[in-house]
């Protein structure tokens, strides 16, 4: 065998490998492993630092680009005039889209009602009190149903610190396109200011748990904020306890 | 950057085409992912960084102002989004409570084994990393690319705008360099 063999089967050690040779390659390395003694043991070498490469890094699979692009398609498309969203730190929040373990009952948060409402599309429903939620699983709409099933999903890792309640409420409807409202004029009155600092940090919590974590924050003592989900949307608003 | 490339990106920015965007993804994800992976050692916690990194790319695009650079605008939306979530890590180890993603680095090795083969592993881990981080950029990058990003030689091609050829014998330098390094006493 000449040093031009020797050479080429030296190339495409890695290749064979990978199973990138076709093959005419494989025939021809194959052969030359057979029959070169020195090359056989390269071969030996080069190997074990390949299996010890694929034993210690795990490799993220082919559907990867995939993962990432369904995703992204949770978010919505960009804006061209952003508002400035400072001192926020999210690690994975896209990872909304994932999640589904366990659900503590988004019922919970639905026992609100729109006291001052300000927005015709958002009617007062009649009777509302904390203890009375407004309705079941079995009679609500599709897109209702929707936004239910995405404030179920979990967040693996969210910090906000010192970052203003609207910006927050903003940041919170791009990454989970979801459509969220804000009653502003109740909160306002109930002492929810806008610029109201919101300092949270959460690891696997639901999106409704950290929505409601939000709010907390955002109480001022008086009339306590609460979201409910009516018409496809987040609608977030003061609630009026029962009498 | 490729002319084709360009054009998604001019598309995605001025017309928030998502498909485009999609295909950037396709295009650039692997090697951002392996890139991130050989930073941090952690490949959960890289697929978690290159989706924030593009959700983030994905919401300021109107930013970038020449198409160009979207690769190098990319990194740098990746290294800040590595360093964000790097301080979050620092503030809960002064805390004093491990991570999940710490500890998964571990657990990902070989949760089989006994704790000093663990410990082995993770400092064979630690090593081969270090050995690649140092390697010379030809050869760290189509290493990096295959073995912990797992493209295939098409892909790598591709993405390094280099022939077959080449990367074949890039890839074998390469093992022969990483072999000779490990082989040396640490």
């Known amino acids: 065998m000449n040093t031009t063999e020797h050479i080429w089967f030296s190339d495409h050690i890695t290749a064979h490998l990978a199973g990138e040779l076709n093959d005419d390659e494989q025939s021809q390395f194959q052969s030359h492993l057979k029959n070169c003694t020195s090359c056989a043991e390269e ?11 694929r034993n210690l890094f795990i490799a993220p699979g082919n559907d990867f680009e995939q993962r990432v692009i369904s995703r992204l398609r949770l978010s919505d498309p960009p804006r061209h005039r952003l508002k400035p969203i400072k001192k926020i730190v999210i690690a994975a929040t896209a990872a909304i889209a994932l999640g589904g373990l366990g659900y503590a009952g988004m019922k919970y948060f639905e026992y609100g009602r729109f006291p001052t409402a300000v927005d015709a599309d958002y009617p007062l429903p009649e009777k509302t009190t904390l203890s009375q939620p407004q309705r079941t699983a079995t009679t609500e709409p599709a897109e209702n149903q929707k936004i239910e099933a995405k404030l179920q999903h979990k967040l693996p890792e969210v910090h906000f610190d010192k970052v203003a309640l609207e910006d927050v409420i903003s940041f919170l409807r791009d990454v ?3 459509d969220i409202k804000v009653d502003w004029r109740a909160l306002q009155a109930a002492g929810i200011t806008k610029d109201k600092p919101i300092t949270v940090q959460t690891r696997d919590a639901t999106f409704a748990q950290v929505l409601q974590k939000i709010l907390d924050q955002a109480d001022n003592g008086g009339a306590k904020a609460i979201f409910t989900v009516k018409d496809g949307a987040i609608v977030i608003t003061v609630a009026t306890t029962a009498p | 950057m ?12 001025d017309n928030a085409d998502r498909e485009a965007f999609e295909q950037l993804v396709r295009q650039t994800a692997r090697s951002l992912f392996a890139k991130l992976f050989l930073q941090i050692g952690d490949a959960h916690r890289a697929e ?38 790097t301080r979050w890590d620092s503030r809960k180890k002064r805390k004093g409570t491990a991570t999940k993603d710490e500890l ?28 690649l981080r140092n390697l010379p950029s030809e050869y760290r990058d189509v290493l990096t690319l295959h073995y912990l990003g797992g493209a295939d030689y098409q892909t790598i091609s591709r993405q390094l705008g280099i022939s077959n050829g080449s990367l074949r014998g890039l ?5 022969k360099l990483l072999r000779e390094q490990i082989a040396r006493p640490s």
Request: a negative charge.
């Open chain 2, 2 to 13: 490729t002319d084709g490339e360009e054009s998604l990106v001019i598309r995605s920015r």
């Open chain 1, 176 to 178: 989970s396109s979801c």
């Open chain 2, 104 to 131: 998964k680095i571990s657990e990902a090795i070989d949760p089989a084994a006994s704790p000093t083969d663990s410990i082995d592993r993770q400092e064979q881990h630690e090593r081969l990393l270090t050995i």
């Open chain 2, 171 to 175: 890839l074998n330098r390469g093992m």
């Open chain 2, 48 to 85: 978690d960084l290159v989706q924030e990194t593009y959700l983030r790319a994905w919401q300021n695009l109107s930013k970038l102002s020449d198409a160009k650079n979207f690769r190098a605008w990319l990194s740098a939306i990746a290294q800040a989004v590595l360093v964000d979530a």
């Open chain 1, 43 to 53: 071969f030996s070498q080069i190997k074990r630092m390949d299996d010890t490469m």
